[in-house]
């Protein structure tokens, strides 16, 4: 079974930045798009960020700017880089690999990491 475990969640003042991880096993990770979702406190899961095999990035509207997703082919990991964090953006962050290029129904979920931004 492939598995995907996140690192690097916490607590933030508003305007602080913080770095999520995501490590894949490589059955996962080659071949398929890694990004992220994430569901705030009371409301339904909803995307952040996606990159494909082929390294396009897609983000959220609401990130506006804010975010970078990255990976490493090398280490199967991937990362998103939150900066100028919100207290809106208080949510669980999942890592999540999907077999197609639309990011629209991931195959593979994390556990979550918790993200909590303070105003």
């Known amino acids: 079974q492939g598995q995907l475990v996140e690192s690097g969640g916490g607590l933030v003042q508003a305007g602080g930045s913080l770095r999520l991880s995501c490590a894949a096993s490589?059955?996962?990770?080659?071949?398929?798009?890694m990004g992220w979702y994430r569901q705030p406190p009371g409301k339904q899961r909803e995307l952040v960020a996606f990159i494909t095999a082929g390294g396009n990035t897609n983000y959220a509207n609401f990130v506006a700017g804010r975010f970078t997703i990255s990976k490493d082919n090398a280490k199967s990991t991937v990362s998103l880089q939150m900066n100028s964090l919100k207290p809106e953006d208080t949510a669980v962050y999942y890592c999540?690999?999907?077999?197609?290029?639309?990011?629209?129904?991931?195959?593979?979920w994390g556990q979550g990491t918790q993200v909590t931004v303070s105003s």
């Open positions: 490589i059955g996962i990770f080659s071949g398929n798009s």
């Open positions: 999540a690999a999907d077999r197609g290029s639309r990011f629209v129904s991931p195959d593979y």
